[in-house]
């Protein structure tokens, strides 16, 4: 089995939210605001992910900020959004495919954002399931194994701390980190796993422990 997170593994988040924030800029959003506002769409009081253009935009329109402007300035990163796929991601899945273990998606968001985002890159295709939750991947994972643990299955994913969490529980996962311009590498390395830059690495090494 394969779990494959999205943004950020298949997706250039980085990439994506940077030209939000330059769209933004020049609607007179300084930096500091557009991230400050961001986290507070992001998610809601229970720590439920929130995350959308009308959600931010209408964050922005309470400061003052022309909200139609706003949303429609974030919709139009938002349609361009297959200009974000890293561009080996799709023969990372076929390839995978063809390896015939289930693929699953695991995205952590706003579900409504997240199939957006999904549908949008063509990825979604390649999947056996996909789970685009705002709930903790742990639950899904529990689903996954049901109960059994020794279920061997790999983990790509970009995010060290989510994924060091996880382990505490399904310590059967065999991790690779996809690694992300948001994250310093000096984390990948403390992990002890194996990190790399590209997609395509990544399936180099699955195939050779495969």
């Not at 929130?50 to 949303?71: P, R, V």
Request: charged share 30%; glycine share 4%; no cysteine.
């Amino acid at each position: 089995m394969f779990i494959i997170d999205f943004d950020d593994t298949l997706f250039n988040t980085h990439a994506y939210k940077q030209a939000r924030l330059r769209a933004m800029k020049r609607l007179g959003v300084l930096p500091e605001l557009f991230w400050k506002t961001y986290e507070r769409a992001r998610t809601n009081e229970d720590g439920i992910f929130t995350y959308s253009d009308i959600n931010h935009a209408e964050i922005l329109g309470s400061l003052g900020f022309d909200e139609e402007k706003i949303f429609k300035a974030l919709q139009k990163v938002t349609n361009k959004l297959e200009n974000y796929i890293f561009s080996d991601a799709e023969m990372f899945l076929d390839n995978l495919k063809k390896i015939g273990e289930p693929l699953i998606l695991l995205s952590l968001g706003d579900p409504v954002t997240q199939e957006e985002k999904v549908k949008k890159s063509g990825l979604g295709k390649f999947f056996d399931r996909r789970f685009l939750v705002n709930t903790p991947k742990e639950d899904i994972l529990k689903e996954l194994f049901k109960g059994n643990l020794n279920q061997d299955a790999w983990f790509v994913n970009d995010k060290v701390d989510e994924t060091q969490q996880l382990l505490f529980t399904f310590k059967n996962l065999r991790v690779v980190f996809k690694m992300s311009e948001s994250i310093p590498r000096e984390e990948y390395l403390k992990s002890g796993w194996p990190y790399f830059p590209s997609l395509k690495e990544i399936l180099a090494y699955i195939n050779k422990y495969e």
